[in-house]
């Protein structure tokens, strides 16, 4: 069963649009969200997260939304960018607990110029 | 600021070999470190969980005896996978922790079987 699904599995926006990445989760344990951004041939980088406590994060052109009571969250990525073209990653975990990260499927974010 | 580094990047390994991959941490001392294999179709598998103090936790599919884990401070961790396969092929990724931290991950090792 997957525990931390995201869609769409892959977007297509215009330079300059506003990217928005979905994801949802299963568990109510789970009380922190990092995304992550990965390049062809690299490791996942840390890119923004979001604790339970907060509905909302912003830096810079990346902002989380977040929906505790639906178990929703998505990033936006305002004013797209080419170098913005990655694989983007949500991830969920107990920070309580163990550096256990679950993982969803990725959504690959392409910006056309 | 925190990184990892991970070496080698890339592996090419003869069906039946063993390979062993390297993860440093820099900045920060990784209590924790978390191993993952990330598949081609980019899925991310978690192979077994590292806390310094601590017995080395391994998800299910996934045995020591397979992947052998290594966690000798808190600054290196090592992993190896012995008598390789076609199906362990993949991007193995270390992640490391201070604390109740966020993970940081290194480049990954990139893992060909032939």
């Known amino acids: 069963q997957q525990q931390v699904r995201q869609s769409p599995q892959s977007l297509t926006v215009w330079e300059g649009e506003t990217a928005i990445l979905n994801c949802s989760y299963e568990?109510?344990?789970?009380?922190?969200f990092p995304w992550y951004q990965q390049f062809p041939g690299e490791g996942p980088a840390l890119l923004i997260s979001?604790?339970?406590?907060?509905n909302k994060k912003e830096d810079g052109r990346f902002t989380i939304f977040f929906n505790k009571r639906e178990k929703k969250l998505s990033l936006h990525i305002a004013d797209s960018q080419p170098g913005d073209s990655a694989t983007y990653f949500c991830?969920?975990?107990?920070?309580?607990?163990?550096?256990?990260?679950?993982f969803g499927e990725g959504t690959k974010l392409t910006v056309s110029s | 600021g925190a990184l990892v580094y991970q070496y080698p990047r890339r592996t090419i390994c003869k069906s039946g070999t063993s390979m062993r991959m390297e993860c440093q941490a820099v900045g920060f001392q990784a209590t924790s470190v978390a191993w993952y294999r990330q598949s081609p179709q980019k899925t991310f598998e978690l192979i077994a969980l590292s806390t310094v103090n601590s017995a080395i936790k391994y998800e299910q599919n996934f045995t020591q005896e397979k992947f052998p884990i290594s966690h000798p401070n808190l600054s290196f961790s090592s992993m190896t996978v012995l008598n390789a396969y076609l199906e362990d092929r993949g991007l193995y990724l270390c992640?490391?922790?201070?604390?109740?931290?966020?993970?940081?991950f290194g480049s990954g090792t990139r893992l060909t079987v032939l």
């Open positions: 979001i604790l339970s406590v907060s």
């Open positions: 991830a969920a975990t107990n920070q309580g607990g163990s550096a256990k990260l679950i």
């Open positions: 568990n109510s344990a789970f009380d922190y």
């Open positions: 992640g490391a922790r201070q604390g109740a931290e966020t993970l940081y």
